[in-house]
């Protein structure tokens, strides 16, 4: 078997369905999918055994230890020289296994990485979330593809390990919060070659709701200072940016109310980020109501961050080891 998708769940069983029928129509099938059911209140069993007849899929039940933990229990019952983790609200394209196996008989890898892309179907707020997510405007655009900045760190959404880089790294050491950068950190410190394959995307749903999505993004700002303290040097100048974007915005709607030349003039570049945030939306996806989103999405993405970021710093949590 080529490869092993590990595929941890938690009381989502719409959202697997939809995975596994993307799986279904793979134009690579050497592979097998292993559902882990983390402790569900709603279990996917049922779900699982329609695709019985359609694809290798084996479902485990376990108790809850969170997703990262998850993924390792999978890992030792997969059986592919590959690993390949997929988060449950992600829908794969039919070319996926495909282009990945054409990479890795160009120039063989260790671990690989991929985008993550709206699809057609998405509702209007998952497409402006998701534009949020992987604008090149905005802090989810730094990572992904070819032109991001600084070094390439695969995510768990979308993300593929030979066997012998889980045989020496032993896979994922926290179970929440930054788990997967935590893991790919390692993976490269460790010496092995990671790729970005850019056309093997995924489309991910992400959170379907605003406060969901604030609350999913205030955890990845103060991931960002928790992974400082594991390994130095992860914390660098763009990752301030949402910081300093929060705190520009908080003094020119201080300086609103005195009606001023200069407190108009501080607004104009908010107003023209935000008009550039409009129209790019606009372009991707043909939406008024979506460029609105947008622009939404992405202000509660850059408050969200900086207030996770700033928490972390001030009052830090217990390391999840300790």
């Known amino acids: 078997m080529l490869f092993s998708v590990i595929v941890p769940v938690y009381n989502r069983p719409d959202e697997i369905d939809e995975l596994l029928q993307s799986l279904c129509r793979q134009t690579e099938t050497s592979f097998e999918v292993l559902v882990i059911d983390d402790g569900s209140d709603r279990p996917c069993r049922q779900i699982v055994d329609r695709y019985q007849d359609r694809l290798k899929v084996r479902y485990f039940f376990k108790e809850n230890s969170g997703q990262g933990f998850t993924r390792n229990y999978g890992f030792d019952m997969a059986s592919g020289d590959y690993l390949v983790v997929f988060d449950s609200d992600c829908i794969i394209p039919p070319h996926y296994f495909e282009t990945v196996r054409k990479e890795l008989e160009k120039e063989p890898f260790d671990a690989w990485g991929g985008p993550d892309r709206s699809h057609p179907d998405f509702s209007p707020l998952q497409k402006a979330i998701s534009y949020s997510m992987t604008s090149p405007f905005t802090t989810g655009g730094i990572r992904g593809d070819k032109n991001h900045i600084g070094t390439f760190y695969p995510r768990s959404f979308n993300m593929g390990i030979s066997s012998q880089v889980y045989r020496r790294t032993g896979g994922f050491k926290?179970?929440?919060?930054?788990?997967?950068?935590?893991?790919?950190?390692?993976?490269?410190?460790?010496?092995?070659?990671?790729?970005?394959?850019?056309?093997?995307?995924?489309?991910?749903?992400?959170?379907?709701?605003?406060?969901?999505?604030?609350?999913?993004?205030?955890?990845?700002?103060?991931?960002?200072?928790?992974?400082?303290?594991?390994?130095?040097?992860?914390?660098?100048?763009?990752?301030?940016?949402?910081?300093?974007?929060?705190?520009?915005?908080?003094?020119?709607?201080?300086?609103?109310?005195?009606?001023?030349?200069?407190?108009?003039?501080?607004?104009?570049?908010?107003?023209?980020?935000?008009?550039?945030?409009?129209?790019?939306?606009?372009?991707?996806?043909?939406?008024?109501?979506?460029?609105?989103?947008?622009?939404?999405?992405?202000?509660?993405?850059?408050?969200?961050?900086?207030?996770?970021?700033?928490?972390?710093?001030?009052?830090?949590?217990?390391?999840?080891?300790?």
């Open 174 to 322: 926290f179970t929440r919060m930054g788990e997967d950068l935590e893991f790919s950190i390692r993976i490269i410190k460790s010496g092995f070659k990671v790729r970005l394959i850019e056309e093997a995307y995924v489309y991910h749903k992400r959170r379907p709701s605003l406060w969901q999505f604030f609350r999913q993004i205030y955890s990845f700002g103060r991931t960002r200072i928790q992974l400082n303290r594991y390994h130095p040097g992860q914390v660098k100048m763009i990752h301030m940016l949402p910081v300093l974007a929060v705190l520009y915005l908080l003094v020119a709607i201080a300086w609103l109310p005195a009606q001023s030349t200069l407190s108009w003039i501080l607004m104009v570049p908010i107003a023209a980020y935000g008009l550039l945030i409009w129209n790019h939306s606009y372009m991707r996806e043909n939406s008024l109501y979506v460029a609105l989103l947008s622009v939404i999405a992405t202000l509660i993405q850059i408050t969200a961050y900086a207030c996770g970021f700033v928490r972390e710093l001030i009052k830090p949590s217990p390391r999840e080891d300790e």
